[in-house]
């Protein structure tokens, strides 16, 4: 399986209250983009893309839930935040939010990743901006899928294989185009579909600082105004 695939895995590993936070994320980015755009994902691609990245990890409901929201005369004024920091071990992580309340969610962000040994720093060169494509496959389905890609014109950065997973990582303005090839190859079960912040080189944290990195992990998101985490450590 990718690398990336198992940090994204290791980032989201549910508690009860990470889970119902996972819900009120997928809740706010999905609201987000109904209220965007039309609320119906067959004409509003935002939308489409927010469904199909947390169609596995919460009910149906949710979503529907939220769409219906989007579809009411309230609206909710969602402030987006991104905050960069050095975390345990040197490690780089970046973690953006929404939410209600700025302040709010800085203020939880920031006392999260200090409180682990973390501080305020410039990160986020260190990574770059990729559309993230994994599904269940063997190595001629990656030589396939890279030839089907190369030839319609998405700007491919790699494509991978590895303990049964292919990794597609694109420009990020290719995700759809990507998702539609591979769909037309009769591969359409994503386990990751997203535009997504890949680091350029990964970490191995080992004693205190891994135990405190994972902690601090799981605190970020347990947390409802975290929207997504990314970072360089390949063994938490």
């Known amino acids: 399986m990718g690398r990336h695939f198992e940090v994204r895995a290791a980032a989201m590993a549910a508690t009860a209250k990470a889970k119902s936070a996972i819900y009120m994320r997928a809740s706010k980015e999905i609201y987000a983009a109904a209220k965007k755009g039309i609320p119906d994902p067959a004409s509003n691609l935002a939308l489409r893309s927010a469904i199909e990245k947390y169609r596995k990890s919460c009910p149906r409901d949710v979503i529907d839930r939220a769409i219906e929201k989007a579809k009411g005369g309230d609206s909710v004024a969602y402030i987006e935040g991104r905050y960069e920091y050095f975390g345990p071990g040197g490690s780089l992580v970046i973690v953006d939010t929404m939410s209600d309340n700025g302040n709010r969610a800085l203020t939880e962000v920031r006392t999260i990743v200090t409180r682990k040994g973390g501080k305020p720093g410039s990160v ?30 998405v700007d491919v950065a790699s494509v991978s294989f590895e303990d049964g997973y292919v990794e597609i990582l694109a420009a990020p303005s290719d995700l759809e185009k990507a998702k539609d090839i591979i769909k037309g190859l009769g591969h359409d079960d994503f386990e990751t579909a997203e535009v997504s912040f890949v680091p350029n080189e990964y970490v191995t944290l080992e004693g205190e600082d891994l135990e405190h990195f994972k902690k601090m992990l799981v605190e970020l998101n347990e947390c409802e105004d975290v929207q997504n985490v990314y970072h360089n450590v390949s063994n938490a």
């Open 124 to 153: 986020l060169y260190n990574f770059e901006m990729r559309s993230v494509i994994d599904l269940a496959g063997d190595e001629a389905a990656r030589d396939q899928i890279e030839e089907a890609l190369i030839l319609g014109d």
